[in-house]
Structure formats: structure tokens, C-alpha cells
């Protein structure tokens, strides 16, 4: 069985609220220049199977003192989750509106009859280390009580009920979305579920869909606990479709430090929120996360982890037979680090210049525990998925500034995503989810795409119409993603060690055109080119405009009209990202340590 990674992406505007078709780029941020695979130009294939489980709607005789049936599961599927669908309704109201807010700044309008009872917003609201509301009624609302600490205790007990008696690495069925870090940012994550869908509300097609949330959800941002909420719901609720993967920052001693270091940490999110009891419920929820998996494998074909391979001598069979529960003063030790590194370590990026530094392992760049803590080279990745017949790494952990929420890596054996946009309120990052599900007329490929949120823009004094061309790369005859031809030419001979030649030293070679033949020493002005380093092939950028028209329009008739290919307008909303760029420098491209 193969894994493929489809041309396109979704992605939705705010400013619209219309999700559009896009294709790869590495002007986008989302393609590594270490990755020449070919992409897919196949859909998914879809089956109507409904699934049974549906949230239903919250009672109304369900007052805020009446808790009825106490158990965590209860509490999820009649009151916690009925909730989360009114607020995916508020959220829904604000992008018809055309209302967008950063998660920190949102303070929603909840729905007057579910208040009556309730905790309503203070003249004072409690104050968090940036100066911003608390939102603690958004909490008290959701658990639809103000017996809040009780309810949460009870939510916890039954999800580590749920996670004790499943395994270290799970097996996800397919179709299957992948969120990235959500950090506390609440109206990102309901986004996602307003567009893309939600366990318990998807289309009759997609109705079996897996969700796997890939750690990261504490720590920095305003609405911590309700993320965690919500995502334990939705655990007890759906407890074979939905998956909790652990992250680095599930970890009590890393909250404390982003807490020390004059950050809102998950620790003091609950001490801000329940007082004197918050360390009492700090403790319960990392009974929880202390049961929580390390990874999942997805398809039999694709493991997704939090952080990377370390140096890659591990076995899946080795992770599998992990003890749990983990602790987090056990997590650097355990199975000899390797669960260390599958929650922190990253990977290396190619560097022609230097493919030395970039291939093997290497000492981590971060502060902290430098002797356990590895960084893997794309060998690293191509040994570790061919020993264990895997076919794609899906991590999280990282993100760039301008990114669009998910990069390809690794010769498309290694890809990232994150699903905070704006992370933390001040980066220009888009956030993404990737969707995972059966190619169609080739049922063993299983095909990946993603699908975006775009960032709340900032647009800077320098922005201005015609300042970048919305000519993507193209694609090769045998759809290879294309680099614009750079003053260096590489020698595809030499593989992945790509050596750079001067232009100035084959200067009697003429560049052509692959389909115009029209060369670099015609008179034409302004023409760019194009260059396939897996085919040696170069194209022309008239011609490669008529290739990305071509290519698209049997995926139009295929997908109809709202999976049209976006015109020129459509991409405009793209323009402050170069602006970002201009006034970031060229640090704004490196990765994030987070």
C-alpha cells in the first residue's frame, strides 16, 4: 500500500469564509526544497456508512444545580458537547458576519437561553500575565454547572478510564484527520470544526471519520481548559474515533517552566481559574495525560507522533511495549529516551551547502536535556519507515512564521502540522489539519490532504497591489513539483548530495524550454524558468501558467465547482504574507522551537 500527498490543499479565508482549492507551492512555505516526490492527481474515494454515534441535543429541563447521571460520559454527551455545537453555531454567525478575532481577544456571545444560572462576565474580569480576560464564564458555560471542579474530576476519572484500557500506540482506521498544536486557542479548533466538520456532524460520505489530536493543547494561550475539555469530550463520546497522542507540553514539569519563564502555563491557567484548588485540579488532569498514547499509526501506513525518530534505532514494537503510566519526572529515561524523543526531537531540513550537517544525527539545537534529545537527518526518516513498512511520519511540534500550516518533508516521507493560526496572537502563521483517506480507482494508496485556515492578516504599510506574482511552481510531465531556476544549476546524478555548478562555468549550455522550446538567450523579456531535478526538465513561465490550467480543470469537473482552481483574486489574500517577509527578514523563514 502506497501513501500519496495530493497536489492540492483547502484552504478558507475569513475574510470570505469560502474554502477554495490551492495548489503546493514553496512559496508557500508548505513544500521543503528537500522534497521532489510526485503529488496525486486522484480524489478520494468516499462510502456512505453512516455511524451511529450522534451528539445529541442537550436537554432542556437540564437545569445548572441538575447534573443528573454524574459519570464523565454522561456529562460529555449531554452537556459538554451539545455546548460545543452551540458555540461551533456562534462561531458559524461570526463568519457570516465577517467578524474574525484573534483567540485571546474572543469572548463570544453565548446563546441567552443556556445563561440562565450560569456565571455571567464580571464588571472586573480575573486578569491572565498578558492583561487579558481570564473567560471564565466560557468555562462554567461549557461544564453547564457551577459545581465546575467536581464535573472536571468526574470527566477526567472516566477519560483515563478510556486510556488505560487502550494501547501505547493505537491502530486508526481511515478516513482520518490529524490536528497539529492547538495551545489553548479555543476558536481555532471550533474553525476547524465549522468548516471541515466535527465527530458526530459529518456528511453522510464522511460519517466514519477518525480524528487524532496530536498533543500540544495546554499552555500559552487564553482557553486552555476549555480546549482540554472539549477534547476529553469528545474522547469519552467517540472513544474508538477519537485519539489524544501525547505532546511535550503534557508534561507538568514543562508547564511550570513556560509558567517560570513568565508565561501562561497550564498550571497557572488552573490556579488563575480555580484558586486555591487549582493545583487539586492541575493533579487530576495529569492522571489523565500520564495514561495518554505516544503515537498512532494510521492505516498500518502512516505514524503520527508529536515530536520526531531521535536517532531512529527504535521499533514500533518497542514503543508498544511502553508502561504507563508515565510520569512526567520518568519521560526523559524512558525506554532509554526514546519516549523523550518521540515527544521533543525535530528534524533536519536538506542543505546543499552543507548536506554533512543535515543527513545523520545530531545533537539537538534546544536548551534542554541536549545529551537525550536527538535531531534526524532524512536517512534517518527513509531507514526508520522502510524497517518498520511505514510510508509517511506525520509530527507536530514546530511551525514557521508565514507558513501555511503544514510542510512536506523528507522526500514527502516526513510532514508537519500545526493547527494554532496566529500562534500565541502575534505570528503570521496559518493553521492546518491534514485529511487522510482512500485514493479513488486505487484503493491500497492512501492519499493525504491538507486543509488550511488562513491567519488573521495584518497588513503592513508596504503592502500594495503587484508586488508578487501569483505564478506557482509548476509541475513536471511526471508531476514532480518544480523550482524556479536559480543563477546554480544541480546535478540530479548526484542524487540527494546535490552539487551547485555556476551558470558562469556552462555558459555554453542553453536553457529550453520543455514545451515551447523558447530558451533563456531568446530576446523575450521577463521570462522565468522552471527546473525538475528529478527529470532534468525545464519549462518556461508562459507554458507552465497553460500547465497549472490544464491540470486543473479535470479536478473542477471532478470535484464541481467549489473545488474550482482559485483565479487571481481569489489568491489576493496572500499579499501580506510577502509583506510579513519584508518586514520580518529572511529569520522570518526560519523554524519556530517551540
Known amino acids: ?109 453565548l446563546p441567552p437561553d443556556s445563561k440562565q444560572g450560569l456565571p455571567q462576565p464580571s464588571d472586573s474580569p480575573q486578569q491572565n500575565v498578558d ?48 490536528f497539529g498544536d492547538l495551545h489553548g486557542q479555543l476558536r481555532d479548533l471550533l474553525l476547524f470544526f465549522c468548516f471541515y466538520g466535527c465527530p458526530g456532524q459529518e456528511s453522510r460520505e464522511w460519517a466514519n471519520v477518525s480524528y487524532v489530536f496530536n498533543g500540544d493543547w495546554v499552555d500559552r494561550g487564553r482557553h486552555q481548559l476549555e480546549v482540554v475539555v472539549v477534547l476529553l469530550a469528545l474522547k469519552l463520546v ?97 525506554l532509554d529516551g526514546v519516549v523523550y524523543n518521540v515527544i521533543w526531537s525535530d528534524p533536519l531540513q536538506a542543505d546543499p551547502a552543507s548536506p554533512v550537517d543535515t543527513f545523520g544525527v545530531h545533537t539537538s539545537a534546544r536548551a534542554k536535556h541536549k545529551t537525550t534529545m536527538k535531531a534526524f537527518g532524512r536517512d534517518v526518516t527513509q531507514t526508520f519507515c522502510a524497517r518498520e513498512n511505514l510510508a509517511l511520519i506525520i509530527r507536530s511540534h514546530q511551525f514557521k512564521r508565514s507558513g501555511k500550516g503544514y510542510e512536506v518533508m523528507h522526500d514527502g516521507l516526513l510532514m508537519r502540522v500545526f493547527s494554532a493560526r496566529n500562534y500565541m496572537g502575534r505570528h503570521q502563521n496559518d493553521g492546518g489539519v491534514l485529511l487522510l483517506g482512500w485514493a479513488e480507482g486505487t484503493p491500497d494508496t492512501l492519499l493525504v490532504r491538507p486543509q488550511v485556515i488562513e491567519r488573521r492578516f495584518k497588513r503592513g504599510p508596504s503592502a500594495g497591489a503587484g508586488q508578487r506574482d501569483d505564478l506557482a511552481e509548476p509541475y513536471c510531465p511526471q508531476e514532480h513539483l518544480m523550482r524556479e531556476f536559480q543563477p546554480c544549476r544541480p546535478n540530479p546524478s548526484l542524487g540527494c548530495l546535490t552539487s551547485l555548478r555556476s551558470r558562469k562555468e556552462k555558459e555554453e549550455e542553453v536553457i529550453g524550454c520543455g514545451e515551447c522550446k523558447i530558451s533563456d538567450s531568446s530576446d523575450a523579456e521577463a521570462i522565468r524558468f522552471f527546473y525538475c531535478r528529478v527529470c532534468s526538465y525545464y519549462l518556461c513561465s508562459p507554458c507552465a501558467l497553460k500547465s497549472a490550467h490544464a491540470v486543473a480543470a479535470p479536478m473542477q469537473r471532478a470535484a464541481g465547482s467549489e473545488d474550482a482552481e482559485p483565479s487571481e483574486s481569489s489568491e489576493s489574500s496572500e499579499t501580506p504574507e510577502l509583506c510579513d517577509l519584508s518586514e520580518q527578514g529572511d529569520d522570518s523563514v526560519a523554524m519556530l522551537q517551540l
Not at 471542579?149 to 490529524?178: G, N
Request: hydrophobic letters at 40%; aromatic letters at 6%.
Open 1 to 109: 500500500m502506497l501513501v500519496r500527498i495530493s497536489k492540492y490543499y483547502d484552504s478558507v479565508s475569513l475574510v470570505t469564509g469560502e474554502i477554495q482549492m490551492h495548489r503546493h507551492s514553496r512559496k508557500r512555505k508548505a513544500v521543503a526544497d528537500d522534497c521532489h516526490i510526485s503529488y496525486a492527481d486522484v480524489c478520494f474515494a468516499v462510502h456512505a456508512t453512516l455511524d451511529q454515534e450522534t451528539v445529541p441535543a442537550e436537554p432542556e429541563s437540564r437545569g445548572p444545580g441538575d447534573t443528573g447521571e454524574s459519570s464523565g460520559h454522561a456529562l460529555a454527551l449531554g452537556v459538554v458537547l451539545p455546548r460545543m455545537m452551540q458555540l461551533i453555531d456562534v462561531l458559524s454567525n461570526e463568519v457570516d458576519q465577517h467578524v474574525d478575532c484573534l483567540d485571546l481577544d474572543w469572548d463570544p456571545i
Open 238 to 334: 467517540f472513544p474508538a474515533r477519537v485519539w489524544l497522542t501525547r505532546g511535550n507540553h503534557e508534561d507538568m514539569e514543562q508547564n511550570r517552566k513556560t509558567s517560570r519563564e513568565g508565561g501562561l502555563g497550564f498550571d497557572k491557567a488552573c490556579a488563575m481559574h480555580f484558586g486555591p484548588r487549582g493545583p487539586e485540579v492541575f493533579q487530576a488532569f495529569y492522571k489523565c495525560f500520564d495514561w495518554l498514547p505516544l503515537a498512532a499509526s494510521i492505516g498500518g501506513r502512516a505514524l503520527v507522533l508529536h515530536g520526531g525518530l531521535g536517532d531512529g534505532s527504535w521499533t514500533l514494537d518497542m514503543l508498544r511495549s511502553v508502561q504507563r503510566p508515565i510520569v512526567s519526572a520518568e519521560l526523559v529515561t524512558a
Open 131 to 178: 492583561g487579558q480576560p481570564q473567560g471564565d464564564s466560557l468555562l462554567s458555560w461549557l461544564l453547564g454547572g457551577s459545581d465546575q471542579i467536581e464535573r472536571l474530576f468526574a470527566i477526567c476519572t472516566a477519560a483515563q478510564e478510556v486510556l488505560e484500557s487502550q494501547p501505547v500506540v493505537p491502530e486508526v482506521s481511515v478516513p482520518a484527520k490529524v
